[in-house]
Structures are given as structure tokens and as C-alpha cells.
């Protein structure tokens, strides 16, 4: 466990010191769902048609970028190797880096996405329905994720592949996710989505450490 | 099935057997396109162009098959470690993502005429895309590694956790699609197909499974000799 | 307690790089206290061997065993009993000196605070605990490195050229505590190009000694081309 | 100019070499594109109607996100050192460095982007147009794009950072363009939007290089 | 072709890194076929002054000069007349050693496929021209680098610990290459740890003797903590 916290610490520390990525990555979302407006045009009730989705493509493509760099840096510092060689088992390790990354990306892409829905004409009601999709959803894009980052570790061009590998397998998160948010601003009860959403993160919380912690195992062979 | 576990033996037993496959192949696929194309009737509302079912209906199987047995070789080797299966695995994907791409191109073509429109986001065509994607990601990703031992092992974690995944994306993607559109599309009643296409298509399907074991055995023979001669290039 | 009986072993060792065998049938023994000095040509796999040693990869052949245990069995506890410095240092730019020190430490579940700012003195970096790495130039990463070594204590270090950018006070600092290190028992094991005074009881293993024949893919058998199985390499 | 062909021969032959790296940027574009529809919903009206935005931002998120790797490889492995203290103008290895980069993505991106619209629903008549403006607008983008990954060299968790910077700068592009795109699809004269993607084009081809080589210099010192 | 007039020189040179002052006031002037050896403990400053005769980074103080003139007049001029092999040795993994060799012959405008095959088999790398480089070991990897330096002449050659990772052999044919082009009247300025044999008219500069007091952010004027002007370091 103190092993445990040892990472997480480090983790946030390395984020926070290193130019506040937080804000980086949160910047990156403002400005990639801003873009939308200029894209296809300002009417009102087209982006409110789209909102959800934008909301939620801009919240995958945000946390996959940061993705990339999530065990890269290790591997090129040869600090990984030593990672691997830990007294506890490696699932905790991997554990232990997507909650880090998932508070220093998931969790303020989840608060300011309220916002974006306002920027994107949102009916009101549907904010609560957006937070707690994104509460459930993004934990599960960090995990997926950290999966997809371990797996290109060692691989040529490692960026572009990681998005490549994870996009197609987080669909479920983003259907899940619009689907909550449209029910709910037409009227509908987002639960049956939310417990959707839910029963991911319970699959992906045992899944995704065990596949990525055979694939760091592999990585630094 | 340890038997198999020597590649030179492999090899030889691949030699023998592949051109048997191959000429079977030809064989079902040359009457089932006979049978498909001239004897059996046009469709008395899509006219001719139900003739693209007796390839794109095959095709769309395939899909499925290979990435089935991708997923099975892929465990085989995870845990059995056995080298062949990465080998079965890494020959049988680009085949898989060639039968997905004529699904979706022979099922765009049909679609024109049919629906008017070459696409639509309809649930199964998206997930048939997806699967598509699938396998391009599992390619490059097992082409990515300097040493193939390396992308054997990435390889099969990654279809292991897109096997888990794909009956999570078909759900969701049905569920997705009736959600946003209610079903408007005009399709072939499956159960009440007709003999006389029913035995092209047959005829066809079981000519793609036996054009897709000789070609996964070539394929695999010449992906030994590559790693062979690679062996041998690294020599001073 | 410096004792013969063979603690740290390996027997018949291949390794395999790629679809190349980079060298066969290397056997080693240690004992408590003993250190084992790897020499060889630049590639003659060096590095490769400290690589099998800690468990980081899998020789293609043979075995290598704690207390008579193949290693491979559990990994998890062969790394609690050894420290790995290879080429690259793993320092992290962003943190200071002192943060870096304690973050292995805690990782290793051994975070005392007084032993890490003795180790960094020990290493010439006490007056740069809160000096952030990035500053740090190329000699100071590698004592910083070096300093883990003697801030957490495990009986089996793997040193791949740990001299590398230190200048004669770090190197001095680097022998005496690899002196320490077997004075209580423990077992280095150091691949190098350079001198090191390692005083008594050191071997030197050439690594020359084990290439395979001309490097060349040693087999017919199509099973050494996969580099999956040497098991005949011996 | 045979330093610059050496260039592009170098960059082209990594890239090619690196497990198809245009390959990958294009996969990631597709994707990118295909997400849209899942999360938007499948209407053909709707998405028509975003068609031409859509796809211009897939592509200007494949084309930045491979910005990361054009010079950070070199300032990790020492090369950039070596790079820097080239016996010709600095401003040429950028260029070259550009040409490279959009020969890799920006072309294969502008030669897909019509089956993308076919996917989109777009109109047939704007394939023209799309392929006119992706033709002059893809360089640009090239050529900002290294402007912002020059001035992130050193930075930390530069992959975010540079789509940051770069993702304001490349607003007009995504304005014209997407408006060549609109204009054709509606019957009316793209040309006016082209002939401004050509003015960007003209503009950044001096200007670019100079930014960039001036933000190397720095980066190395 | 050996003189004695100063033709690379440095004149009251202050190194500023962060806000901080880490040498200053220091000289050298090198003539025609000589060498400087820089030694100095871990931090004290090699590695940037190295750069700082690159004309990579420009001094806080002083001047750096070719034939008398100031190099930070023409950065490209200089950068032509000189060969720098850092810590990093830039050398691309995906490409074959070959390749990369020829990369940069070509690069710097002169492609020639004989010398560029010469110089690699002067480092023992000869059969490796077809060898990808990511699959060479790091003392393989630094020899390519150093092939560089044959293949392509330049008068004045700047190497940062270049012995780091060479074995026995690499030495020898490093010393080897340096004593060829300081009979042809190059200059070569080497930071090292380890002896190297360099014979005759080779000066040590020990960077201890002009270490700012104490390695502190010397003055208390604001400017010189801000590292903007350090007119006044001398
Ligand atoms: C790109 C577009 C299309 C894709 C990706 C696609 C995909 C598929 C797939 C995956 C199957 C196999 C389903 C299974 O057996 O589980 C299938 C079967 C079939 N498709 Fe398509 N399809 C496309 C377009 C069309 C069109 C335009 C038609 C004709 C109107 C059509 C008619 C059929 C028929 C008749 C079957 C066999 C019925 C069955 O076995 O259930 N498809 N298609
Ligand atoms: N992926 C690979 N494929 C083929 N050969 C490889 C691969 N990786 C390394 N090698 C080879 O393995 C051999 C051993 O490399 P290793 O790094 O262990 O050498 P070393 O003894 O540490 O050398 P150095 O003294 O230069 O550090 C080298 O000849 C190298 O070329
Ligand atoms: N950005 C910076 N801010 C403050 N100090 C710095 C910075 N970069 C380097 N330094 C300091 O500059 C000094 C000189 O570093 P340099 O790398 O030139 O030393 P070196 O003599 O090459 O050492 P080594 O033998 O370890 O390679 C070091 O003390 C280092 O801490
Ligand atoms: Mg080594
Ligand atoms: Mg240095």
C-alpha cells in the first residue's frame, strides 16, 4: 500500500511540476470542443443536436492524448525497468499510474464538461447526467487505456498507435456516455446508461491492470 | 497438438497438404460462383444485384470466423506459449482484415442500388467497421516491434482484450442504433431463403474457409522462412 | 559472513537477442560476499546477461538460481533482493535529488529518511538534496543512481558500467561502497570497461569466452532460427 | 540542396521504416472520423450537415498529433545538436522537415478525406473543393505545426503543448476550408475560400521556416 | 602542418547556466594540430563549455574565437569547421549504420560512399554496414558516432567523453583517429574522465581552477542572478 501511495505521489508530483499538465490537457479539451463552433457553423440548434457527442469525442481524444506519455518516459529513462522489478505485485503499478492519470485528466475534464455543454447550447438538464457519465466513463478511458499504453511500449511511432488501439475499444464508453447525456435532456431517466457505464469500470478495474501488467512484464524483456 | 510444435515438421506437413487445399478451394469457389451467377434466378425485387449476396454474405462470415480463431491462436499462445500459434495468429489477421474489407465493399456496392446510399450507420455495418479497425490496429501493432517475439506477446494480449470487447461493442453499437433510428432498411428475410440460392452460398462459404486454411498456410510457411532468413541476415 | 556455499548461480546460460544468440553455455557461481567483474568486447552481451540475471528477460537456455531456486519461479522476490543500475540512470528531471531518492525508497517499502540524505553525502550529492535533477549534469545522474544502491539495502547488485561519467571522487565513493556492500555479505556483480578496485575475492568473467561460433544463428533446426526454444544450444 | 534532399530522404525513409507511419497517422484519421457518427448519432441529415467541419478536424487532429514526434526524436537521441550546426541555412532543414512530414500525412489525409465525406454523407459535388482545400491547406498546417513544435522543444509534456499552441493558429485554415467545402456543397463557388488558403500557404512558406528555426536554435542552447 | 599561432581561442569565457555561474574568466588557445584535454570533477562545467565552442549556447563573458575572429559572428561558418560528438550520440535506431553514416556525409555536403565504408571499418564496425543500429550495443552505438569525425574532415573536433562505453579496441582506434587528424594539423578538444593516450602538445585545462566561488549564485546584483549579464564575473 505504501508502495501504492509512493507512485500515486510521484505521479501527481511529476504532472504538477512538469508545466501543470492538468491544464494542459484541460486546455487541449477546451480548444478541441471550440473548434466545433467554427467547424460547422454557430446554429444553435445543430450544436445543441450535437453537444453530447462533441462533448464526449473531445473528452475521449483529451485523455488518449495524454495517454502517450503515461509509461513512455519511463521506458526512456530506464526508470520502467525498475518498476517492473517492484516488491508488490505490477497490477498495483498500473493501478496506481491510471489513478494518477485520472486525476490529473479525467477528473477536471469531468468538472469543466458542464461548461462545454453550456458553450455547445446543452439543455440544463442534462449536466447532472453528463457529470456522473463522466464520473463512471473516464476512470474506464484511463484504465483502457493504460492498457493500449503499455501494449506500444517499445513500438516505432508509439502515439498515433496507442489512439489506434484504444479508440475502437472505448466506443462503449462513448455510446454509453452521449446516450446518458441525450436521455436525459429529453426527458428520460439516464440510469439504465449510467449502470452501463458502471458494470464497465467493474469489468475494466480487474481487466485492464492484469493485461497491462503482462504487457509491461513484456516490455522491458 | 504438441506434435505440431516442431517447425520443420510443420513445414512438411504444410507442404503436402496445401496444394489439396488450395485446388479444393478453387474448386468450390469456381462452382459456387457458376451456380450463383448463372443457374440460380435473379431476385424478383433486387434483379440482378442479389447476385452480390453469394461474396458478400461469405465474406461478412469470414470476418467473424477469423477473428475468432485470431483470438483462439492468440490464448494458445498466451498460455501454452506455443510458437506456432503466434505464427497462425500474425498470417491469419491480414486475410481477416481482406474478407472485412470485401464485406464492407461488397456490401457498400449492394448498398447504392438497394438503399441509394453506398453507407449508413446502421448497427451492424458499424460494427463490421469497427471490426474492421480491429484488426488494422492489431496489425500494426504486432508489426511495430523490432523483435517479433515482442509483438507476438502484445499482439495476443491486445486480441485477447479486443475478444472480451467485441460482444461489448456489438451490444452497445445495437443498442446505439435502435436508440437513434428506428429500423427503416429493407433486408433479406434470412429464414426464408430459397435452395437454389441457398446452395451457391453454401458452396461459397465453405470455398472462403478453404481459400482462407491455404492461404493461412502459405502465409504461415513463408512467415517461418522470413524469420529464417532474418536469422540468418543478422550473421556478420 | 562471507561464505563459499554458492548463493547467486547460473548454468548453462544462453541468451538470445532478436533471432540471434549472443552467447551459450555460461555458467557462473557466487558466494556471500563475492564479486563477479564482466568484461568483454562492446556486444559480446554484457549487459544482456545483468538483463537475465535480474529477471528482466528469459535466458534461452539454462537456468539462473537464488539458493539453489530458479529465479524465474518468483520474480517478484528475486527483485526485492537486488539493485539494478543499467545504461540508463531512470533519475527523473523533474523531481529534486532527495525526492528521487525517496520515491525508490518508498517504492521499495523501506522509506527512512536519514539513511537516504547519508547515502546522497555518501555519493557527494548532500549539499544538492532539494536541487532538482534536470540540473544535474551527467556524473551527478549517475551517483545520484548509485546512492539508491546504498539507501536501501538488498543483498544482490547488478552494476551495468556504473563508472560511466564519474570522476575520480565518485569513483572512489562508488568502490567503497561496493567494499561495504560485501563486508556484509553481499554479491555485485558489475559489467566494465574500466578498472574498478574491488580488492579480494572478485572474478572476472570474459564474455568473450562464450560467443557462439561466428554469432551466427547456431542451428539448422528451424526451432533456434525463432529464437523460441535453444534448448540443444548447449 | 543536396542537405535538404538528405533531409527528406532521412525523414522519409524513418518514416517508412518505422512501421508505415503514414499508415498509422491515416488510421487515426479515419477513426477520428468514424467516432463522429457514434456519437452524434447515425441521421444522415445531421451528419451531412457537419460533414465538411468534421472532416477537416479529424484531419487537422491527425496532422498535429504526429507533430509531437517531428523533432522531439532528435532532440532526445543528440541529433538536433548535430542538426543545429548544419553548414547550411536552418530555415531549409525546417522546410524540409515540413515537406517530409506532410508527404507522410498531409497527403495520404487529403487523398482519403473524400471516402470519409462519402461516409459522412456529404454531397458529391464538394469532393472537388475538399480535395482543392485539403491540397492548400494541409502544408499549412505542416508548416505551423513545426513552428509550434520547435518552440515546445525542452518543454515538458510537450505532446499536449503543442496542440495547444498549434490548434489556435490553425483556425483560419479550418475556416476556409471548411467553407471551400460548404460553398461547393450548396452550388456555389469554392474559389474565393481556395484562393485564401492559397494566400495562408503563400504567407507561411517564409514565415514558418524563419519562426521555427529561430525557436531550434534556442532549443539547443 | 603544425603552427603555433593561436588559431581557436578563448578569451575571459564566463559559463552561465539557470542563474547560475559555473566557471568564469577562463582562457585557452589552441594552434594548428594540438589538443586540450578537459578534466574537472562531476558538474564542474565540461560538458558547457564543450557547447559553448560548438556554438551552441554563447558565453555569459568573454569570447570564443577562430582565427581570430569571434565565432558568434557566423554560428554557420563555424559549424562547418567542426565536429561535436555529446554525451547523446544521435545516432538514428531505425536506420542501418551505413545509412546513418551516410546521412550525415551528405548532410554536411559530402557524400562519399568509400570513405564513409573506411571510416567504419576503422571504428570495427566494417561488417556492420547493413546492421540496423538499433540492434547495436551501446559501445557499438558510440563508435558509429565517432565514425563521423573520419568520414567527413573538419578541422576542429569536439568530443564529450567520447571513451564512454568503448572497449579496449574502440580506444585504440579512437586515439588512433586523433593522432591522424592532429598530424594533419586539426585541433581536438576532449572532455574525458579516463586517461586517453593523445602523446605530445596535448594541455590538460583542470575546469576546478576557475570554479566560481563556492558554485554559488555568485553575486547579489540581481542581473547576474538572472543570468541576463555577467560583464562583471571576470
Ligand atoms: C457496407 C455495408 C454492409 C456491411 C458491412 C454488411 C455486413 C454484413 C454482415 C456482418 C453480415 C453477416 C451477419 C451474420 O451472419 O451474422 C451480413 C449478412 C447479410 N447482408 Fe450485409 N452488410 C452490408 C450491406 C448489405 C446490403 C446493402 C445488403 C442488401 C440489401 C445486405 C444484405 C445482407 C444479407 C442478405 C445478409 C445475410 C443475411 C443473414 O445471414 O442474416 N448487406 N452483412
Ligand atoms: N534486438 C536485437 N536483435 C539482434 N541482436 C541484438 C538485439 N539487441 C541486441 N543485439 C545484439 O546483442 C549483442 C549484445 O548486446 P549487449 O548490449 O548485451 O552488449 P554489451 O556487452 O553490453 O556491449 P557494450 O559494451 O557495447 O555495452 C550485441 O551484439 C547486439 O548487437
Ligand atoms: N539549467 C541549469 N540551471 C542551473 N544549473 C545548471 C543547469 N544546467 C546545468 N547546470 C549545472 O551546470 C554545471 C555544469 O554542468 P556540466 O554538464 O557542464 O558538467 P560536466 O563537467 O560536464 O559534468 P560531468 O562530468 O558530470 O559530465 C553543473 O553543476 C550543473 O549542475
Ligand atoms: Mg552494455
Ligand atoms: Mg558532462
Known amino acids: 500500500m505504501s508502495g501504492f501511495l509512493a507512485i500515486v505521489r510521484r505521479e501527481l508530483k511529476l504532472a504538477l511540476r512538469q508545466g501543470s499538465d492538468a491544464s494542459t490537457v484541460l486546455m487541449f479539451y477546451?480548444?478541441?470542443?471550440?473548434?466545433?463552433?467554427?467547424?460547422?457553423?454557430?446554429?444553435?440548434?445543430?450544436?445543441?443536436?450535437?453537444?453530447?457527442?462533441?462533448?464526449?469525442?473531445?473528452?475521449?481524444?483529451?485523455?488518449?492524448?495524454?495517454?502517450?506519455?503515461?509509461?513512455?518516459?519511463?521506458?526512456?529513462d530506464g526508470s520502467l525497468d525498475l518498476l517492473v522489478l517492484a516488491p508488490w505485485p505490477l497490477e498495483f503499478l498500473v493501478l496506481a499510474k491510471c489513478l494518477a492519470h485520472w486525476l490529473v485528466t479525467g477528473l477536471p475534464i469531468m468538472v469543466i464538461s458542464p461548461l462545454l455543454g453550456l458553450l455547445l447550447h446543452m439543455q440544463p438538464e442534462a449536466y447532472f447526467s453528463l457529470l456522473a457519465a463522466m464520473a463512471l466513463g473516464t476512470p474506464v478511458l484511463s484504465l483502457i487505456g493504460a492498457v493500449g499504453a503499455t501494449l506500444v511500449l517499445g513500438a516505432r511511432r508509439s502515439g498515433v498507435l496507442v489512439s489506434l488501439l484504444v479508440l475502437p475499444l472505448t466506443i462503449p464508453v462513448l455510446i454509453f456516455g452521449v446516450a446518458a447525456v441525450e436521455a436525459a435532456a429529453i426527458g428520460q431517466s439516464p440510469q439504465p446508461h449510467l449502470m452501463l457505464l458502471g458494470a464497465l469500470l467493474l469489468a475494466a478495474l480487474p481487466l485492464c491492470p492484469w493485461a497491462a501488467a503482462a504487457a509491461l512484464r513484456q516490455a522491458v524483456a | 497438438m504438441h506434435w505440431f510444435a516442431n517447425p520443420a515438421r510443420f513445414m512438411?506437413?504444410?507442404?503436402?497438404?496445401?496444394?489439396?487445399?488450395?485446388?479444393?478451394?478453387?474448386?468450390?469457389?469456381?462452382?459456387?460462383?457458376?451456380?450463383?451467377?448463372?443457374?440460380?434466378?435473379?431476385?424478383?425485387?433486387?434483379?440482378?444485384?442479389?447476385?452480390?449476396?453469394?461474396?458478400?454474405?461469405?465474406?461478412?462470415?469470414?470476418?467473424?470466423?477469423?477473428?475468432?480463431?485470431?483470438?483462439?491462436?492468440?490464448?494458445?499462445?498466451?498460455?501454452?506459449?506455443?510458437?506456432?500459434?503466434?505464427?497462425?495468429?500474425?498470417?491469419?489477421?491480414?486475410?481477416?482484415?481482406?474478407?472485412?474489407?470485401?464485406?464492407?465493399?461488397?456490401?457498400?456496392?449492394?448498398?447504392?442500388?438497394?438503399?441509394?446510399?453506398?453507407?449508413?450507420?446502421?448497427?451492424?455495418?458499424?460494427?463490421?467497421?469497427?471490426?474492421?479497425?480491429?484488426?488494422?490496429?492489431?496489425?500494426?501493432?504486432?508489426?511495430?516491434?523490432?523483435?517479433?517475439?515482442?509483438?507476438?506477446?502484445?499482439?495476443?494480449?491486445?486480441?485477447l482484450v479486443g475478444v472480451i470487447n467485441v460482444p461489448i461493442i456489438k451490444f452497445s453499437v445495437d443498442w446505439w442504433n435502435t436508440l437513434h433510428q428506428p429500423a427503416s432498411l429493407t433486408r433479406l428475410d434470412a429464414s426464408a431463403i430459397d435452395p437454389a440460392m441457398l446452395v451457391p452460398l453454401l458452396l461459397m462459404a465453405a470455398g472462403f474457409k478453404l481459400y482462407f486454411l491455404a492461404v493461412l498456410v502459405i502465409r504461415m510457411r513463408t512467415l517461418l522462412t522470413a524469420r529464417r532468413i532474418r536469422a540468418l541476415h543478422m550473421v556478420e | 559472513m562471507r561464505g563459499t556455499d554458492p548463493l547467486f548461480a547460473g548454468d548453462g546460460i544462453a541468451c538470445v537477442r532478436g533471432a540471434r544468440l549472443v552467447f551459450r553455455a555460461l555458467d557462473f557461481t557466487l558466494a556471500a560476499g563475492e564479486a563477479l567483474v564482466l568484461t568483454g568486447l562492446n556486444g559480446s552481451g554484457k549487459s544482456s546477461l545483468l538483463r537475465l540475471m535480474a529477471g528482466l528477460s528469459s535466458p534461452g537456455a539454462g537456468r539462473i538460481s537464488w539458493d539453489r531456486t530458479d529465479i524465474a519461479q518468483d520474480r517478484q522476490t528475486h527483485a526485492t533482493r537486488l539493485h539494478y543500475v543499467g545504461h540508463t540512470t531512470g533519475v527523473k528531471a523533474a523531481l529534486t535529488a532527495g525526492e528521487d531518492l525517496a520515491f525508490w525508497s518508498a517504492f521499495r517499502?523501506?522509506?527512512?529518511?536519514?539513511?537516504?540524505?547519508?547515502?546522497?553525502?555518501?555519493?557527494?550529492?548532500?549539499?544538492?538534496?532539494?536541487?532538482?535533477?534536470?540540473?544535474?549534469?551527467?556524473?551527478?545522474?549517475?551517483?545520484?543512481?548509485?546512492?539508491?544502491?546504498?539507501?536501501?539495502?538488498?543483498?544482490?547488485?547488478?552494476?551495468?558500467?556504473?563508472?560511466?561519467?564519474?570522476?575520480?571522487?565518485?569513483?572512489?565513493?562508488?568502490?567503497?561502497?561496493?567494499?561495504?556492500?560485501?563486508?556484509?555479505?553481499?554479491?555485485?556483480?558489475?559489467?566494465?570497461?574500466?578498472?574498478?578496485?574491488?580488492?579480494?575475492?572478485?572474478?572476472?568473467?570474459?564474455?568473450?569466452d562464450f560467443v557462439a561460433a561466428g554469432t551466427e544463428p547456431l542451428d539448422p533446426d528451424l526451432n533456434l532460427a525463432l529464437g523460441l526454444t535453444v534448448g540443444g544450444a548447449r
Chains 1, 4 share one sequence.
Open chain 3, 109 to 208: 517499502l523501506q522509506d527512512h529518511g536519514p539513511t537516504q540524505q547519508r547515502a546522497l553525502e555518501q555519493f557527494g550529492l548532500g549539499s544538492r538534496t532539494s536541487f532538482p535533477v534536470r540540473f544535474l549534469s551527467s556524473g551527478q545522474k549517475r551517483r545520484l543512481a548509485l546512492a539508491r544502491l546504498v539507501a536501501t539495502p538488498a543483498p544482490l547488485w547488478l552494476l551495468d558500467e556504473p563508472t560511466v561519467g564519474l570522476d575520480s571522487e565518485g569513483q572512489v565513493a562508488l568502490e567503497a561502497a561496493i567494499a561495504d556492500h560485501r563486508a556484509a555479505g553481499g554479491i555485485a556483480v558489475i559489467a566494465s570497461h574500466t578498472a574498478i578496485a574491488l580488492g579480494e575475492a572478485a572474478r572476472t568473467l570474459n564474455l568473450r
Open chain 1, 30 to 76: 477546451v480548444v478541441v470542443v471550440a473548434l466545433f463552433p467554427l467547424g460547422v457553423g454557430p446554429e444553435p440548434d445543430v450544436l445543441e443536436r450535437i453537444s453530447g457527442g462533441v462533448v464526449w469525442i473531445g473528452a475521449l481524444l483529451a485523455a488518449l492524448l495524454s495517454l502517450d506519455r503515461l509509461f513512455q518516459p519511463d521506458l526512456e
Open chain 2, 12 to 159: 512438411r506437413i504444410a507442404e503436402t497438404v496445401q496444394p489439396w487445399i488450395a485446388g479444393l478451394a478453387v474448386l468450390c469457389i469456381a462452382a459456387g460462383l457458376y451456380y450463383g451467377l448463372v443457374i440460380s434466378p435473379a431476385d424478383y425485387q433486387q434483379g440482378e444485384t442479389v447476385r452480390i449476396m453469394y461474396v458478400h454474405v461469405p465474406a461478412a462470415w469470414m470476418s467473424l470466423f477469423i477473428y475468432t480463431i485470431l483470438a483462439l491462436a492468440s490464448g494458445v499462445f498466451l498460455i501454452w506459449k506455443h510458437p506456432l500459434a503466434d505464427i497462425a495468429a500474425r498470417a491469419a489477421a491480414p486475410i481477416g482484415a481482406a474478407f472485412t474489407a470485401m464485406a464492407l465493399i461488397t456490401g457498400a456496392l449492394w448498398g447504392q442500388p438497394m438503399w441509394g446510399t453506398w453507407w449508413v450507420w446502421d448497427a451492424r455495418l458499424t460494427s463490421v467497421l469497427i471490426l474492421f479497425f480491429l484488426y488494422l490496429g492489431y496489425m500494426a501493432l504486432v508489426n511495430a516491434f523490432d523483435e517479433p517475439e515482442h509483438g507476438a506477446r502484445a499482439g495476443a494480449i491486445l486480441a
